[in-house]
């Protein structure tokens, strides 16, 4: 309890709340814009964190992250486009209802829902922490280097286990991530890897610029030498608080789909996508009127909603409790940890309580400040998504340089990160996934620190997995690889017959 | 007989209106698929649909077609695969390892399938040593390169066998479109130490606003607008430090000069 109250107090800082207000808005209205992910905004933000304080930096990235994806609705539901990526499923049903002229009733169905999901997730996580806190602390105690380093492990395999049709892609892509963490002078040993003498290079890449060239100006080039899209007028009316009412009368949706969205944002690499396949296809099987999805049926559209906003809050529980990021945005933030100097992981139970429960209830306050947010604006919101894209790119570029500038004050920054935005277009173009290079470069230096670190106990092989928690994730790592073939050898035989 | 006729021909009509109606041809017909970018990555041009039934499996979720140009990418990032492959052993330190004698027997030991005579090297000293990250690296990368050129040969392969198209002229236009805008970037990158931040911001701001076709004054205000409001945010509410153009600021009197240099 003691942990709650300073947790609260720490939030009651004018910087912390004005960081919420504006982390909450500003990932509101770059979800509602078609083209602009929170994954841009908060590469480009994440130079400024170094000179915030930390608890100001995280709030501000958590505000965009929990809020983008209430934005990413409104596009989705009004003109059939989602504002961000996880929003795709909300559109098979939404748009129907706006054709269908009940783009009102759709938009107050999707907030409630979203809010539902949210604050479901964010209260289970609180009362693990209230009820758990106690043994958690001894979980550092569990969890060694090389425990930690087998979840990474397993984080990858998932990640990759993941993209079911580009497996082969995510895999190649995690690799160069990887290579690129590798990149510097080995500080225990002073021996360079692959830095071909070049002295930029020795103290490795910057894993700032790394991101901003790949997700923030390869998005920019993709805007730029794109196409202004022309979407349809769209037209919100008032009644957003009924959308709470109807939302009760779809209890049992509703719950599951929370749970499903907590319980898949818990596993690394899983995601909203998954999230919202299952809490779809389960609303699907129990509803009365089947037929009705992908028609309009307000039961999808609240599975979709629920499902991806419930990630968010679960997705920190692996980041906070292993120190091992699921996705791309908890991998950035992890970037935010290094800077203050916090080491995510099961120590951060018995050092920084106080700060967990600042995170999980800055959320909570983010969740009802998007809902109020929009119940009052959604009109002025929805004309974000007429911002012509060209012109977005134009402005996404000119803050991705004062981004990458701003680390260092360094022009090879600048002209690395251009570089890497150039590869970043090339494989948007092509439809590769970005997240695998990023999550690479992240969960390779996890793995290269974890495994230098926890050396020193390994006599044999055997060594790195005779530890429970070890034995266990391995044993899981082995048991995803088997399945992972077995589906693969049982797609190709279903392919040939 | 001749009724019939000209039903058919009424149809062909019509048919043949809508496609002018809809500025489809044969040709971009054939192409509709190839120019617009994908849902997953783009979702400005992203028009969603669920199927007929309205089942959703998890594949529609992860939807991927291989684009044209990708047999090509593919092969460039095999040989960059390699060329790091080529580069382990003298970019890593692999030259100065150091090993146990009879390396293969070893590392049999680790798996009990051979007996090693003497005293055993502790594992934890070979995974120490600077070459092992990049070796793992490599033993991810390389099959994965290879795996992925071979599906994406595969796929050339099927396209050329029913006739679909396989040049990559239009994928390589797009390349070069990009590469005007990462030439302003880096001009941009090169006149803010010589400009300072706010007069190339604004100098970069207008020009973009003016190249993409926003040509009228309310445009070019809002291109000028934007830029000031990223300066202003970012020196002032931000505090970050970039170069400013003194000698232009040193012309300015001294109140506006030190308002200047506060905040922009």
Known sequence: MEAFLLGLQNLMEPSVLFAIVIGSIGGLAIGAIPGIGPAIAIAILLPATIFLDDLVSLVLLLGVYGSSMYGGAIPAILINTPGTPVNALTTYDGYAMTRRGEASRALSLAYSASFFGGCFSIIAALVALFAFGPYLRDLGALFGQRDILMAAVLGSVLLIAAHRQTMGIAALLFGFGFLIAMVGRQTTRKIDRFTFDIEYLFPGLNLIVVIIGIFALSQALILLTGKDSDPPEARVGGGALLGFVELSKHKIVTVFSAFYGTLMGIIPGVGEFVAQFFSYSTARALSKNPTRFGHGSPEGLIASETANNAVPAAAMIPLLALGVPGEALTAMMMVVFFDAGIKPGPDIFENNSDFLFSLFIALLLINVLVLSTLLLSTRFIAKMIYIPNRFLGSLVMILSFVGVFSIRNSLTDCIFAVIFGYVGFILRRLDWPLVPLVLGLVLGSIILERMTAGASQVKSLVDLVNRPVSAVLAISVLLILCFVIWSMIKNRRSYKN | ?264
């Not at chain 2, 007989?1 to 971009?28: D, P, Q, V």
């Not at chain 2, 698929?33 to 669920?50: L, R």
């Not at chain 2, 390349?175 to 130490?193: D, K």
């Not at chain 2, 830029?227 to 970039?242: C, G, Y």
């Open chain 2, 1 to 264: 007989m001749t009724e019939c006729h000209y039903l058919l021909k009424a149809k062909r009509n019509r048919l043949n209106k809508l496609i002018n109606k809809s500025g489809l041809n044969s040709l971009n017909l054939y192409l509709f698929d190839e120019q617009t970018p994908g849902p997953t990555n783009v979702p400005a041009f992203f028009k969603s649909e669920c199927p007929p039934d309205g089942k959703v499996k998890l594949d529609d979720l992860f939807q991927f077609k291989r684009k044209r140009g990708d047999f090509l990418f593919s092969l460039i990032i095999l040989f960059v695969a390699l060329f790091f492959l080529i580069s382990f052993f003298t970019e890593t330190g692999w030259q100065s390892r150091k090993l146990p004698n009879e390396f293969g027997t070893y590392i049999l030991h680790q798996f009990g399938l051979a007996e090693v005579d003497g005293k055993l090297v502790r594992f934890g000293r070979i995974l120490k040593q600077s070459w092992v990250g990049p070796l793992l690296c490599l033993m991810v990368l390389i099959p994965a390169a290879i795996w992925n050129v071979r599906t994406s040969f595969q796929v050339h392969r099927y396209r050329k066998r029913f006739l679909l198209p396989t040049g990559i002229r239009y994928e390589l236009e797009k390349y070069v479109a990009a590469i005007e805008y990462v030439a302003y970037f880096i001009l941009y990158t090169v006149l803010v130490p010589t400009l300072g931040y706010l007069i190339s911001t604004l100098f970069l701001g207008i020009f973009l606003t003016w190249r993409l076709g926003y040509r009228s004054g309310r445009w070019i205000l809002i291109g000028l607008s934007s830029s000031l409001v990223i300066v202003f945010v970012f020196r002032s509410f931000l505090q970050i430090k970039t170069p400013i153009n003194i000698w232009l600021y040193d012309l300015l009197p001294s109140a506006v000069r030190g308002f200047m240099l506060t905040y922009f």
